[in-house]
């Protein structure tokens, strides 16, 4: 019996691998979407999307229904694949590849030369060489020079480089960096992406790509402890940190980034690692900038507790779980961590969290001792002290009169204009311009 060889297989339907094979369905491609979770091959062959995500809905159904898309749990043959597995930070600050050799493992059976393979997870530097290498390995009848008249698979690297929340425009209008281990693996990819990719695209080495990739959420990290570093200076000088920002931005070459609560979410505050874990005498910059940022929640909760010397049984409402603003995600979310440390240096405190994206208390949470998440109103009306830790829409229309007789740390700087209505105790600084 003839099997059907995919045009596209996408390995890991995740935040990326799900639109990325959709996209490329809805242009024509026939795609077969792998994961190992059975429940999201389920979800996704009805035509859903199993997370929050802008405008992905109708191109995730469209391109199900008119049959370009298909999902499996078992890696099909294909003429192309790209893997967009996890790779998250092990113990010890490297990257954990278990998802991405599991992938590799599934994968190198079904090769029968010439294909292109993908590697889109964000990866340490030297990955793509490494996961030839084992392809090779495992695989010698497929390799230059080795089996009689087999074609070579070409390994590229093609980092993704898309805003959550996003997806689906920057999929389209970002311009593309494609590493390849030979040119003509470099150019196969080009042709492949320009199906989807009205950006630029931009060929290079696997290496440099990778590099690529992680330089750019590291800048943004060592920029954002900029941030939060001044907002801790600005606490023990009692200077407004946003008006300071917003005065210094208005030099030609300078362009402060906000300080927060911390940085979250599984990017941003993981890739800086990885480049620390492959150079670690000469990354002293980067490594104390993501100290800086690990360290800006426990200075919220400091802010939090110097507030309530007196008043250790103060109720408290944190505004915010998600990692940013207008999402549902809370993993790696700088509120897990202080919500968590406020329970336990405040435990006669109660606790009221409120997140208008996130429904249920999530499981970080539930052995603090909260038992469920509040609405805006009810929390509002019985907080002592008002902790805003997420931008989201919705708090941005809290008005003067709600903050009236609470306490108030904006970590956020979206009530500015409200503070001379908040009576705040000041400790050393102006409690309420704590960033
Ligand atoms: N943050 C600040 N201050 C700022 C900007 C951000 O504290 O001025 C915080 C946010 O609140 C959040 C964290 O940083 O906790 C990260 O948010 P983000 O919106 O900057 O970025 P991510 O993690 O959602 O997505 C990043 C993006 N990278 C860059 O902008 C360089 C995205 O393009 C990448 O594709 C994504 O990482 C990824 O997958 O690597």
Known sequence: MQTTVYDLAVIGLGYIGLPTAAIFAAKGKLVAGVDVKQATV?????????FVEPDMGVVVSGAVSLGNLVAMTEVPHANAYIIAVPTPLAEGKGADMSYLTSAVEALAPKLRGGELVILESTSPPGTTERLAAHLARVRPDLWSGAGEGAAQVHVVHSPERVLPGRIMIEMATNDRVIGGLTDEGAQLAKKLYEVICQGEILLTDATTAEMTKLVENTFRDVNIAFANELSVICDKLGIDVWRLIELANHHPRVNVLRPGPGVGGHCIAVDPWFIVDAAPQESGLIRTAREVNDAKPHHVVDRVTELLTDRESATVAVLGLAFKANIDDVRESPSMTIVQELARRLPLATILPVDPHVEDLPAALKNTGITAMHSLPE??????????????????AVTPQDLEGKLVIDTKGIWNDRQAAVPVQPVLAGADSVG
């Open 42 to 50: 389920d979800a996704v062959n009805r035509g859903e999307v199993p």
């Open 379 to 396: 929390a509002l009306a019985a907080a002592d002290v008002v902790l805003l830790l997420v931008d989201h829409d919705q708090f941005l």
